[in-house]
Structures are given as C-alpha cells and as structure tokens.
C-alpha cells in the first residue's frame, strides 16, 4: 500500500488542522492504521491508531482529548483531526499501515507515507 500524507501547515497555538492521509495499491480496510511525529532532534512517537474497522482507537496521553483519529474506508483515507495545537505539537506527522495487531509500536507498522510538517506557533 502507498501513502501519501497533507493537510500539514503553519498554525497558532489553540488552532485546528486536519491532516489526511490518502491511500492506493492494496484493500485499505484490511490495515490497522497510525499516526506518528518526530520534532526535530527526537525520536519519533506514537500519536493515535485505529482498528480496520474503525472501531477501537488509541492515543498518546498527550494528545488524548485534543486529536481524532478517524477512516472512511470508502475512500481510503484515514484523518487526523488536532485541536487546540500547542507548540509542543510542532513535528513531521507520518501515516503508517500496519497488517498486525493494533498498536502504538512503529515498528509494527510495515508501511509508512513521505510526513507532513506541523508547526504550531506561539
């Protein structure tokens, strides 16, 4: 499957994005699906993850009550909704599938899309 992240930008601290991430190549509905950033200098981190079916969903503590993973399997896209952005959220956000068990690991995730920058400013 090949991904391709947007919907990044520059945005004030309290904003809104919504990033998404359109896939091709292979049944969409048969991945679990991932959201990971790494700000420079860092390691990259888990952000959220859902289910083939979008019924079950994680998120990373910091951002769990501010960002919404969502698919539409109709259109092979999975989004990720991020309210009241704080500086601390400014990274590369990433999109990966994963065709093992749900999880925050990247590891788990065999295939990855190019990344989209964030940057939220003060």
């Known amino acids: 499957v090949q991904l391709q992240a947007s919907g990044g930008g520059l945005v004030q601290a309290g904003g809104s994005l919504r990033l998404s991430c359109a896939a091709s190549g292979s049944t969409f509905s048969s991945y679990q699906l991932g959201w990971f950033r790494q700000a420079t200098g860092k390691e990259r981190e888990f952000v959220a993850t859902?289910?083939?079916?979008?019924?079950?969903?994680y998120y990373a503590d910091s951002v769990k009550g501010r960002f919404t993973i969502s698919r539409d399997n109709a259109k092979d896209t999975v989004y990720l909704r991020m309210n009241s952005l704080n500086t601390e959220d400014t990274a590369v956000y990433y999109c990966?599938?994963?065709?093992?068990?749900?999880?925050?690991?990247?590891?788990?995730?065999?295939?990855w899309g190019q990344g989209t920058q964030v940057t939220v400013s003060s």
């Open positions: 859902i289910s083939q079916r979008g019924g079950v969903t």
């Open positions: 990966a599938a994963s065709t093992q068990i749900l999880s925050r690991l990247p590891h788990l995730y065999e295939y």
